[in-house]
């Protein structure tokens, strides 16, 4: 069931307490503070309300930006294994998808690797931590390399290249870890965020992008994002979601009980012979399939009611993604079922 | 204050029922049987729940519907005067935007203009009745004399032209009209809908694209327009307002206030000596400028705090634009302004 307080604040700021409640609503100045307070204390940078730029989750919130900054025949790098629709949204606004591809199996952010994929036509490099669905978490040195790259080619090419930090599970972190944002290292960063992750809560629409105060033309980009939100077609939350903000910001789903579950279920994967990647981070916890096809593999696990990825969907061949918001009830019944159907493909393997 | 009934439904659909309650959230199917019984009842068409794919309002349900359409250098053609946005969405799109321009002062559907702008690349035409900001509603006769052009100029260039029926102001009607919709006239017809009008409430962002059900490949297009949304950055409304659809579908403004306004307006100008297109729907009225100027009219009204649109804005110079949704102390303030700047303006040109 939904977070707690998460309901509270619709119906609270759905009761209009003026005319204009449901007016078209670009920017709630109250709920844009209370983001901008928040962002100060979590990167140190002195973000103000008007850098926040309201928008329906995450994926308004990179569409609206990438249509601000891309031309025609523009490149965008994205990093594979990659979130679902980078590279359809790329293409979709008329630019150039460019894959960089991670190494397994730690899928570091490769500085060199996005060197090479920079021409003079770079406008902009998605990047994304913590990551879908590896759930690494890239640390100040992967950071510094990248912003090192990045500086560099800019100057090279006479335009700075935009990283345009998709962060939406910067609050779904394990083992204490304190989220270190790509804007914190690099100036010229776009933060996209979306609520739905920390409250469990895809279905509502609000998130944002801030402007790093410290990018070129900041005060042109807040026009310029709220124009292409405009003509992308009102890309900008509800005025009663937006108005929750100022609620929703301080709500989050229990992150102990999914660390519990992660540790849980890392540990029984990993007593009968799975290998896995243990997530700092995210909803998802990667594990190797036993068997090459991580499709047929999944099929045999749906088969026993037993539901994940296969890894092939996010450009990670090879591996199913379990994910860590199934309760604890599917949890206890799912793991007996992982044990068998691993061993039987084996057994069939030797036979 | 907004229409009774909003608040409750919103607040009531806020209440989980399920787990699930928040989750991604494409298609309410109850929520779309309640629209497609609607319009049946409505156009006499046999639409199908399937046939309705909820948009973030019209704005993301033009998007998504030319997305679905157009290739670059496809042709889209709007009629003038447009909705202020028509122009720049289709350019954002890729594809090209084609103007015809109607004549003053009936601004009535001219078919044959139509077939003058149409070319072998024309994908699609937007068509908005009722009229946004001439208050025109297309009669049976502008209709068909359109859809004879449409399906001509399909059979000879070999696929069909869709017809994108902005229809968001189709239940703000006076006079005792009953709207027809050009669905129930020409078989390729896409409605865009949003509940915004009829409720007041532009910042709840809920509406939706419904698909004739005599379309070319009516089934392609339910699966083609998804995906449309869904890549062009989920244009698809919160799960709340998705649900309180069964609830919104039946609310309305006060029509009857609305249309005493008109009436009001209308008479109080035309007393004193305002020429005026007297509005058969919407939420607007069309008057004459006084000076050639509309900007410069317009301003001197605001120096007096009385606010209205410069028609240039519209397409429409020589006229300025009134709202029809100013309180009645607004409007009681307001005329005597009317009469008195007026007399200044053409004393002055005179003396």
Redesign the interface.
């Known amino acids: ?2 977070v707690g307080g ?2 509270d604040a ?2 609270h700021h ?3 307490q003026d ?1 204009d ?5 670009v920017h709630n100045h109250a709920a844009a503070e209370a983001v901008a307070t928040s962002l100060v204390s979590r990167t140190g940078l002195p973000f103000e309300s008007d850098d926040v730029r309201f928008a ?2 995450t ?2 919130a ?3 930006a990438m ?1 601000t900054l891309v031309d ?1 025949e523009d490149e965008v790098i994205f990093l594979s294994p990659p979130w679902f ?1 980078y590279e ?2 790329i293409a ?1 606004l ?1 630019a150039r998808p460019v894959r960089v591809t991670l190494r397994a199996p730690r899928f570091g952010l490769d500085a060199e690797a996005v060197r090479r994929a920079i021409s003079s036509r770079t406008r902009a490099i998605i990047v994304n931590s913590p990551h879908n669905p590896t759930g690494r978490v890239y640390d100040r040195e992967e950071l510094e390399a990248l912003a090192v790259v990045l500086a560099d080619e800019s100057a090279r090419h006479g335009r700075p290249i935009v990283l345009l930090s998709d962060e939406s599970y910067n609050r779904i972190l394990f083992d204490g870890r304190v989220f270190l944002s790509p804007a914190a290292i690099y100036p010229h960063t776009l933060v996209l965020y979306t609520y739905g992750k920390q ?7 609000v998130g944002y992008i801030a402007i790093s105060p410290r990018i070129d033309d900041r005060t042109g980009l807040r026009d310029a994002i709220r124009f292409a939100q ?12 937006q108005r929750a903000v100022v609620d929703l910001e301080g709500l989050s789903i229990d992150l102990a009980a999914l660390e519990r579950r992660r540790d849980r279920m890392a540990a029984a994967l990993t007593s009968v012979g799975y290998e896995l990647i243990v997530p700092d981070a995210t909803f998802y916890m990667m594990v190797r399939s036993p068997i090459e096809d991580d499709r047929a593999f999944a099929d045999l696990l749906a088969r026993r009611d037993v539901f994940v990825g296969p890894g092939h969907l996010f450009e990670m061949p090879g591996f199913i993604r379990l994910s860590l918001t199934a309760n604890d009830e599917m949890v206890t019944r799912a793991l007996p079922v992982f044990a068998e159907v691993r061993k039987r493909c084996l057994g069939d393997r030797v036979s």
Do not use: C, H
């Not at 409640?21 to 609503?25: I, L, R």
């Not at 409250?199 to 629409?205: K, S």
């Open positions: 069931m939904p998460l309901v619709i119906r759905a009761i209009p005319k409640w449901f007016a078209y609503t329906p989750g994926f308004g990179l569409s609206a249509r025609d629709f359809s949204m979709v008329g409250l469990l809560a895809p279905g509502e629409r405009i003509v992308g077609s009102w890309q900008i939350p509800n005025a009663t979601l």
